[in-house]
Nanobody
Framework: VQLQASGGGFVQAGGSLRLSCAVS????????VEWYRQAAGKERESVAV???????NYADSVKGRFTISLDNAKNTAYLQMNSLKPDDTAVYYC????????????????RGRGTQVTVSS
């Protein structure tokens, strides 16, 4: 199972970006997806998590500004980021948990390279 995050870039404060997290391979299911970020010199922070049923949770720092979604048909999760602030500058990563195809439906956890988000003031 492979995972590819994309959509980062450079944006001014108040702007928006949409990150994508594409999961590929022998996937039977995606049970949940987490977006997390790590800024230079800071600890990793969980930003948002969504379960396959659609239940989502957000860090207090992004509530009301970020929206996580999951398109099961495309095996892709998204993070819509609005009203971006300089404090949102970080490398954003996604992680997916689910089950593989085939007998046994073994669980997997997939992580990919991050995508850089830079917000200027």
């Amino acid at each position: 199972v492979q995972l590819q995050a994309s959509g980062g870039g450079f944006v001014q404060a108040g702007g928006s970006l949409r990150l994508s997290c594409a999961v590929s391979g022998i996937i039977f299911s995606i049970d949940d997806v987490e977006w997390y970020r790590q800024a230079a010199g800071k600890e990793r922070e969980s930003v948002a998590v969504i379960a396959s049923g659609g239940d989502a949770n957000y860090a207090d720092s992004v509530k009301g500004r970020f929206t996580i979604s999951l398109d099961n048909a495309k095996n892709t999760a998204y993070l819509q980021m609005n009203s971006l602030k300089p404090d949102d500058t970080a490398v954003y990563y996604c992680k997916a948990d689910g089950r593989t195809t085939g007998w046994g439906h073994y669980p997997y956890t997939a992580r990919g390279r991050g995508t850089q988000v830079t917000v200027s003031s």
